[in-house]
């Protein structure tokens, strides 16, 4: 399927977080041809720019020798202008990657900076090539970070180690309660009782942190014994979005604060993989709801029947699909597809059940080292029906 004509440049003038890019929209464009260039590389510095060029133009000139016709090669060159013209920038503050999506013909083009770090890769296919974003949006889902100590609190969001305050609150206990002539007793019960509002008032904004329920949860941070105030708190909503606490001064740096909540967030993300596995082995040990195998699950991909869709990380699944009519199937590729006669091409599998599943809904894991995964060929689903 063509672009919408908004959907044919976008080029966003500050760094962006992965789950603000529109995958499933990239996940439904398509050609019978290969015209589609996809491009991720390094970019955190002037020198491994550089080198990302030059990896980057060695890729270019193999594929325009192996292009089989002249048909191919001159909407290729004119993809290969536009990526070049999308890497000859210097690296803004922050970035650490480049991933470019790109098509000559339809003037398309995408051109994302990141926070985070990918793998360099070119790939020439009829799609953009999304598997490597995938798997940066699985690691790195937006989360929430209170820092906190029993008179100030600043309240976090985390996109893909980029840090935004949303709230800053604090008391003066010292000016609010002065201790002169009050007993000990009465200054102390006085100062809990105004730490035990001020907490109150951190717990409104939380309530209001917006998107908070979509987010993989809250990291909660900070010195002293406010974290563990704070937690008693809490509603059951909220206390089941809170994925850990963290000891730290109120005067971490940003950095550290991000690595701190990053690792803690990805910890929590593993987890729930595993859980994920742990959920489709009893759905197949129990004979209940799951399908296996790159051709089971494709189909109950196409009939909108997944929950979960796990993908074993950094598996390949050899394959083709139809250029026509989009059909694929796991195995050796045909001369033409036994459907339509269309001309047929490679793909990992992986990445088309990807895709299906963003076009209809289904949940994504992606499963670190996993042996049943594995023994199940790399993919399996959890269905609703």
Same mark, same amino acid.
């Given at each position: %399927?063509?672009? &919408?004509?908004?959907?044919?440049?976008?080029?966003?003038?500050?760094?962006?977080?992965?789950?603000?890019?529109?995958?499933?929209?990239?996940?439904?464009?398509?050609?019978?041809?290969?015209?589609?260039?996809?491009?991720?590389? $390094?970019?955190?510095?002037?020198?491994?720019?550089?080198?990302?060029?030059?990896?980057?133009?060695?890729? #270019?000139? @193999?594929?325009?020798?192996?292009?089989?016709?002249?048909?191919?090669?001159?909407?290729?060159?004119?993809?290969?202008?536009?990526?070049?013209? *999308? %890497?000859?920038?210097?690296?803004?503050?922050?970035?650490?990657?480049?991933?470019?999506?790109?098509?000559?013909?339809?003037?398309?083009?995408?051109?994302?900076?990141?926070?985070?770090?990918?793998?360099?890769?070119?790939?020439?296919?009829?799609?953009? #090539?999304?598997?490597?974003?995938?798997?940066?949006?699985?690691?790195?889902?937006?989360?929430?970070?209170?820092?906190? &100590?029993?008179?100030?609190?600043?309240? #976090?969001?985390?996109?893909?180690?980029?840090?935004?305050?949303?709230?800053?609150?604090?008391?003066?206990?010292? &000016? $609010?309660?002065?201790?002169?002539?009050?007993?000990?007793?009465?200054?102390?019960?006085?100062?809990?009782?105004?730490?035990?509002?001020?907490? *109150?008032?951190?717990?409104?904004?939380?309530?209001?942190?917006?998107?908070?329920? &979509? %987010?993989?949860?809250?990291?909660? @941070?900070?010195?002293?014994?406010?974290?563990?105030?704070?937690?008693?708190?809490?509603?059951?909503?909220? $206390?089941?979005?809170?994925? !850990?606490?963290?000891?730290?001064?109120?005067?971490?740096?940003?950095?550290?604060?991000?690595?701190?909540?990053?690792?803690? @967030?990805?910890?929590?993300?593993?987890?729930?993989?595993?859980?994920? *596995?742990?959920?489709?082995?009893?759905?197949?040990?129990?004979?209940?709801?799951?399908?296996?195998?790159?051709?089971?699950?494709?189909?109950?991909?196409?009939?909108?029947?997944? $929950?979960?869709?796990?993908?074993?990380?950094?598996?390949?699944?050899?394959?083709?699909?139809?250029?026509?009519?989009?059909?694929?199937?796991?195995?050796?590729?045909?001369?033409?597809?036994?459907?339509?006669? !269309?001309?047929?091409?490679?793909?990992?599998?992986?990445?088309?059940?990807?895709?299906?599943?963003?076009?209809?809904? @289904?949940?994504?894991?992606?499963?670190?080292?996993?042996?049943?995964?594995?023994?199940?060929?790399?993919?399996?689903?959890?269905?609703?029906?």
């Amino acid at each position: %399927m063509e672009p &919408n004509p908004d959907f044919k440049r976008i080029m966003p003038e500050a760094l962006l977080p992965v789950t603000d890019i529109d995958l499933r929209a990239l996940s439904e464009i398509y050609d019978e041809k290969d015209i589609y260039l996809s491009v991720y590389m $390094k970019s955190s510095s002037t020198s491994e720019l550089d080198s990302s060029r030059s990896f980057i133009a060695s890729r #270019f000139k @193999a594929m325009d020798k192996s292009l089989p016709a002249d048909d191919l090669r001159q909407p290729f060159r004119s993809t290969m202008s536009l990526v070049e013209e *999308a %890497m000859a920038s210097l690296p803004w503050k922050g970035e650490r990657s480049r991933v470019i999506f790109a098509c000559g013909p339809l003037s398309f083009l995408h051109v994302y900076r990141l926070g985070l770090e990918v793998e360099p890769l070119v790939v020439l296919d009829t799609s953009p #090539f999304l598997l490597p974003l995938a798997r940066l949006r699985d690691d790195y889902e937006d989360y929430g970070l209170l820092l906190l &100590n029993s008179q100030e609190a600043r309240l #976090f969001t985390i996109r893909s180690r980029l840090l935004e305050e949303k709230s800053q609150s604090s008391i003066d206990l010292m &000016n $609010k309660h002065k201790k002169g002539g009050w007993s000990q007793m009465r200054y102390s019960r006085l100062r809990k009782g105004a730490i035990k509002s001020f907490l *109150a008032e951190v717990v409104e904004d939380l309530i209001r942190l917006e998107g908070l329920q &979509n %987010m993989r949860g809250l990291v909660i @941070a900070g010195p002293g014994e406010a974290k563990i105030e704070l937690m008693e708190m809490l509603s059951p909503q909220i $206390k089941e979005r809170v994925m !850990g606490l963290l000891d730290v001064s109120m005067g971490v740096k940003p950095a550290d604060l991000v690595e701190m909540g990053d690792r803690l @967030a990805l910890d929590k993300e593993r987890s729930l993989s595993r859980e994920r *596995a742990a959920e489709l082995r009893s759905a197949v040990l129990r004979g209940q709801l799951y399908a296996t195998g790159a051709d089971k699950v494709r189909d109950a991909l196409q009939q909108g029947r997944v $929950k979960s869709l796990l993908l074993l990380d950094g598996f390949l699944i050899p394959g083709w699909i139809c250029e026509s009519c989009q059909y694929f199937q796991e195995g050796s590729q045909p001369e033409s597809c036994p459907r339509c006669n !269309g001309r047929t091409s490679r793909v990992n599998i992986l990445e088309e059940l990807y895709e299906l599943a963003q076009r209809t809904g @289904a949940e994504v894991e992606f499963v670190e080292e996993d042996e049943f995964l594995r023994s199940l060929g790399g993919v399996g689903a959890i269905l609703r029906y």
